[in-house]
């Protein structure tokens, strides 16, 4: 009797002993025991960190002041119940952190109150009374805000896990967080088993807390999806993410590492879509780094994800605000919370890049683990070093065979840049545009030819609920919306995004260095029987006070058609040198649909003298542009804003160079900043173009030259190769009894 109560008592030493070393494995997310060790005994010594950490206690102490409500759901995004449930996850997920990092057990008892209330509302709670998504929630109108939710809330957990008692443990993952998971993948498999960043964030909530809870099925079902019928042939669902059959990476967290981005980190749905997913995408990673380390998850696919934080960065202008790619909301940037996490992860993770640091400084913040303390105590050094933006081009693609976007930046001075951005990429799933060969424009002001980006006021309930407005599909994404090319009043792939999303445009050649830059790509599938061919030029020249802007953009069709280039410039109109007829009293749409029935028509003019110029002022500066035209061209100023009775859409201005009944078109233009006013001084400098004149000398289907001159004499001619973009090639033409020869797609010369 004696031996056997001892051996009871070692079983049950072991037992104990087994469950201490269990409870030394929390947090094991993004915080780690050892990690969290290391910041304690460093506070103090890395200000903004300790900064942080001061204001976070003070935001979450004030919250915990006032009564937890755990209300039931009934409001779409931007309204009461779901900025309530949205704020319950940001202020546990803090909490924890405050914990773990204090010691103080208010901040564990505040999430396990909060999280018992969710455990005793959950099991009652039907599918979400708005029933307005294709994978409708249960705490928010849609599983992503529900996924959202989970993936700060697993954090939570794993930061009070030791706190808990077993029983407050077996109820929360019985009631609460294992039927959470159940329903984000097996109840909703539309959602779960696509690659799309909805599927990004339901993968990543899934495989967190599943790492959480040690449970091997989750994490497995997240990193490789749910499995469906193997016969079933791949297709698209109403979001235009792809839903695949079964297969080794077909679905789940690895499969959108592999078909999301494209092999040098730029992500098919554009980087608005990027800053969003790039979360769920390094704080997944970085959990599996912590309890997986076997899939050296942070260097699968050569570093994809490293790559895309920097792709991320370099999308961006000078001011940091991201490229309006796609469905995208303007003004976001890398101050978004999510940025943050990723430049302070990947300077931890991927080897202390001293530029990382200054777009933390700029940032001025980092989130409270070891990677925001690690940032934090280097910039207290002063090791940061300025972000050096760059000339690039990113493919698209899983393979990166599908066309892409090519970034050209030239400056005559620190802080005088002019950025380029041309898209040709594919068709970005159910956020894309239907925009290939599309370009925006920026300087150190921010825009000056703009990219809509999507007709959405996120999270402002009175908008729509927050959602995608119908306009975003009758508008934000048509053609007439970019500044690109249209045929016959037609959008692209005829705006249709199963037709789109089998196509792509391809580059034929980029050029990122030097004083002349160039990027150009052809398109053979917008249209049918029909090709575009663009080529954009910067060019950094000591008779220009700034970079300016060469345009040249061809097209061709099987029949006579109708031609328009649009220009979105952003600003006020001051000068044309052409005469127009002005609408002065009524007002009429230039088409009734693919985006033409939000137009109005407010003025047409037309030139004899070959050259249409447009000069406007914004944000301070002046700038024109000047055109090679026709006598039987039209050139159109529109306004957005018709057809639009809920006054959804801004009302910008656009010129409309527009072509007629001919097989091919050809438009050149030349787009100069030239000058600034100083609303103090009430002086303006430099108002006007220096550029007097530009023409079209010769254009066939072998070779494009175009010429142009300054007010001061100066010719410049620009030679394009059109067929073969070999840097080898030589090429020889004739004009006006005069031979020109050059090696290479393209050449740039001064002639007197």
């Known amino acids: ?449 703009q990219d809509y980006g999507a007709a959405r006021w996120v999270n402002i309930d009175q908008k729509g609920g927050g959602r995608y407005l119908k306009e975003n599909n009758t508008w934000a994404k048509q053609s007439i919306a970019h500044n690109t090319l249209v045929i016959n009043e037609t959008s692209h792939y005829d705006g249709d995004i199963r037709i789109g999303e089998k196509h792509h445009p391809d580059l034929y050649y980029f050029h990122g260095s030097g004083p002349v830059q160039v990027v150009s790509a052809k398109s053979k599938n917008a249209y049918p029987d029909g090709e575009l061919h663009r080529t954009m030029v910067l060019v950094k020249e000591d008779h220009f006070r700034h970079p300016i802007l060469i345009d040249v953009f061809r097209a061709t069709s099987a029949a006579n058609s109708q031609y328009d280039l649009p220009v979105w410039f952003q600003g006020h109109l001051l000068r044309t040198n052409f005469a127009y007829d002005s609408e002065l009293t009524t007002l009429n749409t230039l088409g009734d649909g693919h985006g033409y029935q939000h137009l109005w028509k407010e003025a047409v003019g037309k030139t004899e003298n070959g050259n249409a110029y447009i000069n406007w002022f914004s944000n301070g500066k002046f700038y024109s542009m000047m055109s090679a035209v026709d006598p039987e061209d039209e050139l159109i100023f529109a306004r957005l804003g018709a057809n639009d009775p809920d006054f959804n859409l801004r009302h910008d201005p656009a010129f409309i160079i527009r072509k007629k009944d001919r097989r091919n078109a050809i438009f050149v233009s030349i787009i100069e900043p030239h000058g600034a006013y100083n609303p103090v001084a009430e002086i303006a400098e430099h108002p006007f173009t220096s550029i007097e004149k530009v023409s079209v000398l010769h254009d066939d289907a072998a070779y494009t030259v175009i010429q142009f001159n300054n007010k001061a004499g100066k010719v410049w001619t620009l030679f394009l190769a059109n067929k073969d973009a070999s840097k080898e090639a030589t090429h020889t033409i004739e004009i006006k009894e005069k031979t020109y020869e050059w090696q290479g797609p393209f050449r740039l010369r001064s002639e007197r």
């Open 1 to 449: 009797m004696k031996d056997k109560f001892k051996i009871a008592f070692i079983f049950f030493g072991l037992i104990l002993g087994l469950n201490t070393v269990l409870a030394q494995n929390h947090p094991n997310l993004i915080l780690t025991e050892k990690g969290v060790e290391a910041i304690k005994a460093s506070l103090g010594k890395a200000p903004l960190f300790d900064k942080v950490l001061a204001e976070t206690i003070a935001e979450v102490d004030a919250e915990m002041a006032t009564a937890i409500e755990v209300p039931i759901p009934k409001d779409m995004s931007g309204g009461y119940t779901h900025e309530r449930h949205k704020k319950n996850w940001f202020m546990m997920q803090k909490a924890g952190v405050l914990y773990q990092i204090t010691d103080q057990e208010k901040y564990a008892v505040y999430i396990r109150d909060m999280l018992l209330e969710y455990a005793k509302m959950y099991p009652k709670l039907p599918i979400h009374p708005t029933d307005r998504s294709y994978s409708t929630g249960k705490i928010f109108w849609q599983c992503l805000n529900d996924a959202n939710w989970l993936v700060y809330t697993s954090q939570a957990y794993d930061c009070i896990y030791n706190f808990l008692t077993e029983n407050e443990r077996k109820h929360l993952e019985k009631d609460l967080f294992r039927p959470y998971a159940d329903f984000l993948s097996t109840g909703n498999p539309q959602f779960f088993n696509r690659i799309h960043n909805h599927s990004t964030w339901g993968n990543a909530a899934v495989g967190m807390i599943g790492l959480v809870m040690n449970d091997k099925e989750l994490v497995e079902r997240a990193l490789y999806g749910l499995k469906v019928d193997v016969n079933k042939k791949n297709e698209r669902d109403n979001d235009g993410g792809l839903i695949r059959p079964d297969g080794q990476k077909k679905a789940g967290f690895l499969a959108q590492l592999d078909d999301s981005f494209s092999p040098d980190g730029y992500f098919t749905e554009g980087p608005y879509y990027l800053r969003y997913a790039i979360f769920p995408f390094l704080q997944f990673a970085k959990s599996l780094a912590n309890n997986r380390p076997e899939l050296d998850i942070l260097t699968y696919r050569d570093s994809i994800l490293k790559k895309a934080v920097y792709a991320l960065l370099y999308q961006t202008d000078k001011n940091g605000l991201f490229f309006p790619i796609n469905d995208a909301q303007k003004g976001m940037s890398w101050n978004a919370r999510e940025v943050i996490m990723a430049v302070d992860l990947a300077y931890q993770h991927y080897g202390e890049d001293p530029m990382l640091l200054s777009v933390a400084e700029k940032q001025g913040t980092v989130i409270l683990d070891e990677a925001g303390f690690m940032v934090a105590r280097d910039l207290a050094k002063g090791l940061a070093q300025p972000m050096r933006q760059k000339s690039i081009a990113y493919t698209d693609g899983p393979n990166g065979d599908e066309g892409g976007i090519g970034i050209l930046r030239n400056s005559t001075a620190p802080g005088n840049e002019l950025c380029l951005v041309m898209k040709y990429s594919a068709q970005g799933m159910g956020h894309g545009h239907f925009d290939k060969l599309s370009y925006s424009l920026y300087d150190e002001t921010g825009e000056i030819m």
